[in-house]
């Protein structure tokens, strides 16, 4: 049977890995993606994953050399709001998207909006799910920032479908 410490770590290189695959998508959509706003949200986006990895990363250290998580990696990191997701630049994205072709938009756009939208999903679980109080602190605070992305990509994708299936078609 497993310790405590090994369920978390499992928890944590699962949530490694799912990280990992993110900016992988992330950074290869970047060649699908057409519009200079489309291309540099992603940008933010894989700055921000990386964030992401390394307090993961530093978590599974701590478990595994010291069978704890170090407060100082939970308490003293703080993810910045990323500027780039406010309504203006939300707005020309948008615009950019439209006056372009958005029809890989769209799929990518989706397609991030799912990545985020599960991660959300599995940290919010696994933050319920884990007694450690400094692991639910970390969990938390993942599934909250994920959130903050997921809720970016879903309205951004509900607005381009909503504008591709408004176009009118000629015929």
């Not at 701590?62 to 309504?87: A, C, P, R, T």
């Not at 919010?124 to 909250?144: H, I, P, W």
Request: include cysteine; aromatic fraction near 10%.
């Amino acid at each position: 049977m497993q310790s405590g410490k090994e369920n978390l770590i499992k928890i944590f290189e699962y949530a490694l890995n799912q990280e990992n695959t993110g900016m992988s998508f992330f950074t290869t959509s970047l060649d699908r993606l057409g519009t200079g706003a489309a291309v540099s949200a992603f940008k933010v986006l894989i700055e921000e994953e990386k964030k992401h990895i390394k307090f993961i990363s530093d978590i599974i250290n701590d478990l595994k050399s010291s069978g704890e998580i170090d407060k100082k990696h939970v308490e003293n990191i703080v993810m910045q709001e990323s500027d780039y997701f406010n309504q203006r630049a939300q707005s020309e994205l948008l615009e950019e998207s439209i006056e372009g072709s958005m029809i890989p938009d769209v799929t990518v756009f989706n397609t991030a909006w799912l990545i985020e939208k599960d991660l959300c999903e599995f940290y919010g679980r696994m933050a319920n799910a884990v007694t450690d109080e400094k692991a639910k602190d970390a969990l938390q605070m993942l599934s909250d920032w994920e959130k903050s992305h997921e809720l970016f990509f879903k309205q951004f994708r509900d607005k381009l479908t909503d504008e591709y299936s408004n176009m009118p078609w000629g015929g």
